[in-house]
């Protein structure tokens, strides 16, 4: 079941900028997560924010969730080419929190 | 150190055979999981386990069997492949947080 979803299929940005992917979900939820996957890897967590919280920080990654429109965004400043990636939101909802669902996530392209 | 290894990392398979494919983590972590990611579907969860002996069924068990013989070790076992499990396949330990670690994911072609 699709329970979680990002906005955009692809973006690009030229490096130097801050880029914005969005999310949104359809259930209720304990957690969500920001991944990030590279070309022939597995994904990477960036950031793990809880239904309890409004703003998460990582670096040059800040994840912001909002609960009543159900809906996150992870904002990336100064881009590297090294961020191309394609980015994906998970989201665990009561029923399992410990599992995870996947969206099929943004493919962002960093242009030097 | 890589923490969750899978392997093969590429297999290619007739239809109709056998095809185990392999998970090894090192986190010791309970939780482990098998994907399959396809364009256009992104990560769909196939089974999972909260400790050795036991395995859940996920979004998309159908054609598929897990086994967890250890704290250690997760498979993921095609009994009868078809072309339609052609897909790239990942594993993940989860930690108590909900945080997943990846394998590098192993590609599989079933011809």
């Known amino acids: 079941s699709q329970l979680a979803e990002e906005n955009l299929w692809a973006l690009s940005v030229h490096e130097g900028e801050s880029v914005t992917v969005n999310c949104s979900y359809k259930?209720?939820?304990?957690?969500l997560q920001w991944y990030r996957q590279k070309s022939g890897e597995g994904p990477a967590q960036l950031i793990l924010i809880r239904s309890n919280e409004r703003e998460k920080r990582n670096g040059r990654l800040r994840a912001t969730l909002d609960t009543s429109s159900q809906s996150s965004s992870l904002s990336i400043t100064a881009t590297r080419c090294e961020d191309t990636a394609v980015y994906f939101c998970?989201?665990?909802?009561?029923?399992?929190?410990?599992?995870?669902?996947f969206g099929k996530g943004t493919s962002l392209t960093v242009i030097p | 150190e890589a923490a969750v290894t899978q392997s093969p990392r590429n297999k290619v398979a007739v239809t109709g055979g056998k095809v185990t494919l392999s998970c090894n983590q090192t986190n010791n972590h309970n939780n482990m999981y098998w994907y399959r990611q396809d364009t256009g579907h992104g990560l769909r969860l196939i089974h999972y386990s909260y400790g050795a002996g036991s395995t859940e069924k996920g979004d998309i068990p159908d054609g598929y069997k897990a086994s967890r013989p250890s704290q250690e070790n997760f498979s993921l076992i095609l009994e009868l492949a078809t072309p339609s499990q052609t897909s790239v396949y990942f594993c993940?330990?989860?930690?108590?947080?909900?945080?997943?670690?990846f394998g590098p994911g192993t590609r599989l072609t079933v011809l």
């Open positions: 259930t209720s939820i304990t957690a």
């Open positions: 993940a330990s989860g930690d108590p947080g909900g945080e997943q670690y």
């Open positions: 998970a989201t665990g909802s009561n029923t399992g929190y410990q599992n995870f669902y």
